[in-house]
Structure formats: C-alpha cells, structure tokens
C-alpha cells in the first residue's frame, strides 16, 4: 500500500505495555488462530464480534503494569494501524452520508499488549483483533500481525489493513442496526443456528473491508501492485475451514462462525470490485448461495 502522506487517526487509545495480567479465549478474527484453537477443542464457541461483560466474564486482572520501549517495527505498525483507521474514517462517513445512513460515530481503536479491560469482558491477544459494540471499540494486539505472518504465512501491509478494515466492518453492522438484531436472534439459536447467523455477519464484514479498500483506492491512490493478492490470500488462510483442517486434519462445517476460505473470498472480492454497500446482502442468502 501507499500510504505516503496520509493522515493518522487520533481515535486511538494506546494501552501498550500496560498488561493486566489475565487472559481469556475466546473470539479471533479467524475464528480459532493461535490459542483459539484450544478453544475450539474444548468445543467453544468463537467470535470476534462480542457484545457485553456477560459473553466473557469479569473484568479481572492485577493492574501490574509493564513499560517498555517500543521498537521501530511496533512504532511502524501502530502508525500503519493509525492511518488505515483515519482511512475508514473518511470512506464511511461519504458511505454514510451517500446513502442517507445518518452521521458516522467513528469508532476507537485500543492498541494494547497482553490482556486489557474491555466494554465486553476482559479481552486478550490470544483472541486476535475484536470488535466490542458495548464501548465501539475494536482492541488489536500488533503481535497479532506478526503471527498471521509466521502461524499462517499471511502478510504484507495490505492485509493487515483487511484485518483491521473487517473490525470496522463489524462496527458499520452495528451503526446500521445489523449487528444488533444478529445478536438477538442467536440468542434464541441452538448453536447450529447461531453459527449460522455468525457466517453472515463475519462474510459481511469481510464484504465491508472490501468496499473500504475500493473507496480508499479511489480516494487516495493506496493500493499497490500485488496488495488485492495478498488480501484475498489471507482472507483465504482464515477461512474456517483451512483453519481447522490445519488444526485438527478435518473441518466440521456446523461449527463454522466465520465462513470458509471460498466464501471469505468472495466476498472480500465482491466489496473490492463493487465499492457498492448495496451488494452486502449475505443475511438475504441461503447457505448455498453464500
Ligand atoms: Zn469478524
């Protein structure tokens, strides 16, 4: 990507280096990367959307706190992280504003390392990047993007950039009420069901991190020979089930929550082409059509 000249968004909370030395394990953007996948094991429940304190227990921690130097590669990544987040910014509200969605509540980005409080319970690394829709806050540990790149051998700045564009994703779902009614009706759902209904709402995200990347292009000039590859590989190594076929030799699709690498894909690459929200349409699909 170029992202020369770009501005960095100041909605950003920096909690690095202050760890509150507690973990949970749940959620991921992948559904079950790193840790996660222990999780999965022990037949949980995986999602990167959360919606309140209920869904992960207290907030608990010892509120030690560690501080340290940066090095250049976080300083680099947490600038990255700033601009792609002042990027979404700018796409949604014009998005908004075109399509009479009322105004854009830009949401906040918490940087931190390690575990933190959050409006939904204690969040932690090993969950990888999520969305809490209780505070609007998308909470990312940067060393997640250093483990796509080892764990997964997913990489480049573009998809960093989808990973962080899927969070907003999840955060426009909410503004329009989506995310809301979603989560409602899961609570209803044996687990099957709900699975089902959190296919729709991850393919959708994805779908929106598409839509950002062909609006930001066309309002700046960001992308790069290479970058949509590097994304749709990614989107692919995320896919539950390339996920849990790396994990465990098979898949069982009634656990999927986030889609399969094909769906994934495609529907990166429809927001990617289209640019057009109107397309994002997965909750009107059937299983089939996804
Ligand atoms: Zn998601």
Not at 2 to 23: A, H, I, Q, W, Y
Not at 201 to 208: I, N, P, Q, S, V
Request: hydrophobic letters at 35%; charged letters at 20%; glycine letters at 14%.
């Amino acid at each position: 990507m170029n992202l020369e000249g770009r501005r960095e968004s100041s909605n950003v909370e920096d909690r690095r280096g202050m760890s509150t030395g507690t973990k949970a394990g749940i959620g991921g953007i992948g559904g079950l990367i790193i840790a996660g996948l222990i999780t999965l094991l022990m037949g949980g429940n995986l999602g990167d959307v959360l919606q309140n304190a209920g869904a992960m227990g207290g907030m608990v921690g010892d509120g030690s706190t560690e501080q340290r130097e940066f090095t250049q590669e976080e300083q680099e990544l947490a600038a990255f992280s700033r601009k792609i987040l002042a990027g979404t910014e700018d796409v949604w509200t014009q998005i908004f504003q075109e399509n009479g969605w009322g105004e854009y509540k830009v949401p906040t980005m918490v940087l931190y390392t390690g575990s933190t409080s959050t409006g939904c319970g204690q969040g932690s690394a090993q969950m990888g990047p999520f969305y809490c829709s209780a505070d609007q806050c998308l909470y990312i540990d940067l060393s997640f993007f250093s483990n796509m790149r080892q764990q997964l051998g997913a990489d480049g700045d573009f998809a960093y950039a989808y990973v962080i564009a899927h969070e907003v994703g999840h955060h426009v779902e909410y503004l329009t009420g989506t995310l809301g009614k979603a989560h409602q009706q899961m609570q209803r759902m044996n687990d099957k069901d709900a699975n089902r209904v959190s296919v729709r709402l991850e393919l959708l995200a994805d779908f929106y991190a598409g839509v950002w990347a062909n609006r930001d292009n066309r309002m700046f000039n960001s992308l790069e020979q290479g970058d949509l590859e590097k994304a749709i590989d990614c989107a692919q190594k995320i896919g539950d089930d390339y996920l849990q076929k790396k994990a465990q030799g098979y898949d069982i699709p009634e656990s999927f929550t986030h889609g399969t690498s094909a769906q994934r894909m495609k529907w990166l690459k429809l927001g990617l082409q289209t640019g057009d929200v109107r397309y994002g349409n997965t909750f009107d699909k059937s299983d089939a059509e996804l």
